[in-house]
C-alpha cells in the first residue's frame, strides 16, 4: 500500500509538470499583452508607451517565453509561484488564501450532497417506477440539468431580496454561507442520486441480495447492508469527481456570491491576463484532483474487501 | 392526498412564493434628512482591483476612492479644476507650476503636510515611473521653496500639470506610509481594515483640514457582478451601488430606489481604421465614414436602446469639459438619404442583397466589440448592424471578451471600425486625442496612431494644446481639433454621451454623482434617521 500511493505521488511530478507547460504555453499565447492590460486598468484608459513599457519592466515580461518558464519553474519548485500581475503580490499566499474560502463552501456542499443524493437515490431504487420515484427522478433531472447561475439568482430573488432572510452575497457572518453552500450543493445532488439510485437498482437484483431476502433480512437491512453497501464502489468514483469540481472552484457560483474563492480568482486572473496566477491555479486544481483520485482508490479497498490496492495479484 | 398530489402543492406554492414575495421598498420612505453621530453605510463597489506593492500601488485610492488620501486639486463633476491641498497655484515661465499648500493640514498619523512631504510622496514617487508619468515628472522636478511653497517642473514642457493632477493616481500620502497595506493620507476618512476581493473600511477622520465628514464609517464590499450588486442592493445589505447598467435602471426605480446619474462623462464611439490593408483598407475613404456617421440614428439609439440613459452628444470629450467651446463640435445630422448619395456617387452601388458594391468587392466592414469587454456594448453592435444595412453597408461584428483580446485585433489592424467606451478622468482635455490620434509627439499609443491617426491637420490642430497655458484657450484648441476628426475627417465617430449611473437607498443623502467615479467625495453623504 504504502509503495503504491508512494508511486502515486512521483507520478504527480510528470503531470503537474506538463500542466505546467501547457498552461504556460497556452496562456501566453492567449492574445492580448498582459503589459498593455495592467497599464490601462492602472490609467482607466489605453495605456501610453511609457506606462506599457514600465508595467512590461514590472511584470518581468521582458525576455522570450522559454526563459520566463524557465525562470517560473525553478521558482515554482520552490514554492514560489512568481507575483500576481494583478495585485503585484505572491502567488502562493493569493492561492492559499482563496482555497481555504472555496473549501469552506466545497466541503459542506460535498456533504449536503450526499445527505441529499443517497436517502433519494436509495428511495428513488426501491420505490422504482412508484411516483415517489417518478416525481424524484424529474426532481434531479431537474437539479442536474439547471445552470448554476440561474439557481443561485432565484435563490437571491427569493431568499435575499423578496423575503430579506439571507443575504445576497458576500462573505460576512454565518448565514452568508447557506445560499453558495446550498447552490453548488444541488447540481451534484441530483447528479449523485441518479447515480445512486441506477447503482442501488443494479445491486437490487443480484442474488446475494435474493439471498438476503430469502433468509428473512428485514426490507432495511437488505437495502442498507447489501444493496447500498455493493453500490458504494461507482457512487464513491462519481463523489470524487464531483469533489474535484467544487474544490477546484466553482467559478460562476463564486461570481455571483462574490466569494473571494479559486473560481472567482480564476475568473479574474484570465480576464487580467495575470499569468502566474492562471498557472498557479492550473498546477492547484490539477494536484487537487490526483489527490482525490487517490484517494478515491485506496477507498475502494476499504468499501470491498476484494479489491487490493497496489497488489501485483 | 396522494403523494404526488402533495409534491405537487409544495411546488406550486413555492411558485406563488417567488412570484408574490414582497418587493424591496428601497428603504425608501422619503423620511427627514437627521444625521445622526453614528452614521455607518455599506457601499456596493465594483472589482477589488487595487495594486498592493510597487510604485503602483494604489489601495483606497483607485479605482474605488474612499477618500483616505488627496490631490493638491480636485476635479469637480462639471470638469472644474478645484483646489484641494493646494490653495492656490499659478504658472511661470518658461515650464514651472508653483503650488502653494494650503496651511494646517495634518495627516492621519498626526504628521503635517507640508512642501517636503509632497516632494516625496508624490512628484518623486511619481518621478521613478518610466517617463516620469503623464505630468512628466523627473528626479529633480520638484523643488521645495518654502514650507508650504513647492515648484515643480515637468521634464518636457505640459503646461497641463494641474489639470492633471486632480487624478487619484497623484495622491499625497503621509511620509512614511504605505499606500499598498494601510494608506495614510489627509482625507475626511481614514483606513480600517481591507480584505482583498471582499471589502475595504474607512472611519471618518475627526481632524480633517474641512468639514468633518457625517458619516462615522464606510464600508465598501467589491461585487464584480452587475447583477449582484444590484440585488444586494435591493436585499438591503448595502446602501449605494457604483455602477448601474441602463437596463436596470427602470427596475430600481420602480422597487423605490434612487438612481442618480452624473453629468456625461463617457462616451461610446467608433474609431475608423483609414490606414487599414486590404481587406481593411475601405475607410481609407472619407465618403464612406461619412455616410457611415449619417446614416446611423442616434436619437433612437439613446431612448430604445440604451433605455435613455445617455445623451445623443457626438463628442468623445465630454461637453461639460469643453466649457464654452463645445458648439465647435457639431457632429453629423442623421441623414440616411444624403448617405445613400455618397456611396453612390463614391461608386459604391446596390447589390442584388441590398449590400453595396465596387469592382465587384462587397461594402462589408467589421467591426470589433470588446473595449472593457464585448458585453458592456452590447446591444449597440447589433443596432448598428441594422442601422448601416437600411444604406447598404454590411457589418460583420467581432466580439471580444475583454480588453486584452481586443487590443491584440488594434495591435494587428483586423478591423474596420473599433467600437471604444472612454472616460475622461481629469481635466486634461487633450490627453485623450492625443494619446490616441497625434502623431507629433513622443507620448502617443503607437497601435492607436497606427490605425487612426487622422494626419498633419489634426496634429497641426491639437500640438499647441500641451503647452498652451491657458486652460480656456486649450479647451479651444482640443475642441477645434474634435471638429477636425469628428465633423471633416470621420476618423472618430461618436454614437453617445455616458452618465455613471448610481443606485441608492432613498436613506442615502448628500450624494454627488460624479462623472468620473475614481473622483467621487464621500464626506458630505450622510443617512436619514429611521434607516
Known sequence: ?313 | MSYVRKVGLVLVLAMVAVACGGGGDGDGGGQAAQPAANQEITVGAGDDQYVREGSSANLAVQPVNANIAETLTYLSPTYEVRPLLAERWEFRAPNTWRFHLRPGVRFHDGQPLNAQAVKATLFDRVAQQRGGGTIKAGPSSAVVVDDLTIDFTPTAPNYRVPEQVVHPSNVVYAPGSDPGNRPIGTGPFRFVEYQPKERLVVERNPDYWGDEAKLSRITFRFYPDANARRLALEAGDVDIILGVSGPDVKGLKSRGFEVPTSPVGSYEAMYANIHGAPPHDILQDNAVRTAISMAIDRRELVENVLEGQATADQTMIPPTALGRHRSKITGSPFDPARARTLLDNAGWRPGADGIREKNGRKLTLQLVSGFGGAEIHRPIPTYLQSQLRNVGIGIDVVERPDSASYQSLIDSGSGDLFLERGSQNDANVGFLPVLLFYTGGSGASAQYTKLFAPGPRFDEIIGPSVTEPDADKAQSIVADAMHQIIDVDHVVIPLAGLFQIYGAKKTVQGFTPHPSFISLRWDGVSLASGR
Open chain 1, 1 to 313: 500500500m504504502k509503495r503504491y500511493v508512494g508511486r502515486r505521488i512521483l507520478l504527480l511530478i510528470p503531470t503537474l509538470f506538463g500542466m505546467s507547460i501547457l498552461t504556460f504555453g497556452v496562456s501566453n499565447l492567449t492574445p492580448g499583452d498582459p503589459a498593455f492590460t495592467f497599464a490601462s486598468r492602472l490609467a482607466n484608459r489605453p495605456a501610453t508607451p511609457d506606462e506599457v513599457a514600465q508595467a512590461r519592466e514590472d511584470l518581468g515580461l521582458e525576455g522570450g517565453l522559454v526563459t520566463r518558464y524557465v525562470r517560473w519553474a525553478g521558482n515554482a519548485v520552490q514554492g514560489d509561484l512568481g507575483i500576481s500581475f494583478s495585485t503585484r503580490l505572491p502567488v502562493r499566499p493569493e492561492l492559499v488564501q482563496a482555497a481555504k474560502f472555496t473549501l469552506q463552501l466545497a466541503i459542506p456542499a460535498a456533504l449536503l450532497a450526499l445527505l441529499i443524493a443517497v436517502p433519494t437515490g436509495v428511495v428513488s431504487a426501491v420505490r422504482r417506477n412508484r411516483p415517489a420515484d417518478q416525481v424524484l427522478r424529474v426532481l434531479s433531472l431537474a437539479g442536474a440539468s439547471m445552470p448554476s447561475f440561474w439557481l443561485a439568482l432565484l435563490l437571491v430573488v427569493l431568499l435575499a431580496v423578496n423575503y430579506s432572510l439571507l443575504p445576497a452575497a458576500g462573505r460576512a457572518g454565518t448565514e452568508s454561507y447557506v445560499l453558495p453552500i446550498v447552490t453548488l450543493a444541488l447540481a451534484p445532488a441530483a447528479v449523485l442520486a441518479r447515480f445512486t439510485r441506477s447503482a442501488v437498482l443494479e445491486t437490487l437484483t443480484t442474488e446475494y441480495v435474493v439471498a438476503a431476502r430469502a433468509k428473512g433480512a428485514g426490507e432495511a437491512v437488505v437495502v442498507v447492508r447489501h444493496a447500498l453497501r455493493n453500490a458504494l464502489v461507482p457512487l464513491v468514483t462519481a463523489v470524487g469527481n464531483s469533489l474535484g469540481h467544487l474544490v477546484g472552484g466553482a467559478a460562476v457560483v463564486e461570481t455571483v456570491f462574490v466569494w473571494p474563492g479559486i473560481g472567482r480568482l480564476m475568473v479574474e486572473a484570465i480576464l487580467q491576463r495575470d499569468y502566474p496566477v492562471i498557472a498557479g491555479i492550473v498546477l492547484y486544481s490539477g494536484a487537487v484532483f490526483a489527490v482525490i483520485s487517490l484517494v478515491v482508490d485506496l477507498l475502494y479497498a476499504v468499501i470491498d474487501p476484494r479489491i487490493r490496492v497496489g497488489s501485483d495479484a
